[in-house]
């Protein structure tokens, strides 16, 4: 089944979409559960997307954790996104933590560009203190 079938699919069945959405907590930590549930529900692309990114993320990032933010658009240009918090030390921080993001995004630009996700998720990394 392709890409946009899948997303016709969350977007049409919400016990299939909660279930999608509950096994994103397996591998993500989300700082306010209800705001990453409700843009993701009206972006259901993103599920797809976030749960091919779970490998490459493991491989690049075997030792940080994942959090899902929901930043809301402050311009008022109804631009919302998700920021995917990349969370790790500060010799990881400073030591090819931005090539292996850019990695990253080069590999799933594609299927952002299929989903229409181009500015819906950013990906950012921070510093565990």
């Known amino acids: 089944m392709n890409e946009l079938m899948q997303v016709e699919m969350l977007t049409n069945d919400s016990e299939l979409f909660e279930k999608e959405f509950n096994n994103l907590k397996d591998f ?3 700082e306010s559960e209800k705001e990453v549930h409700d843009f993701i529900k009206i972006n259901p ?38 920021v995917l918090n990349i969370w790790m030390d500060e010799d990881r921080f400073f030591n090819g933590s931005n090539d292996d993001i850019k990695k990253i995004k080069r590999q799933f630009l594609p299927l952002r560009r299929k989903l229409d996700l181009l500015g819906e998720v950013l990906i950012s990394k921070r510093i565990l203190k």
């Open 28 to 30: 993500f930590i989300f």
């Open 45 to 82: 692309g993103i599920i797809l997307l976030l749960n091919e990114f779970e490998p490459s993320l493991k491989k690049y990032f075997p030792n940080e954790y994942f959090e899902l933010k929901f930043e809301p658009d402050s311009s008022g240009t109804w631009f919302d996104l998700l």
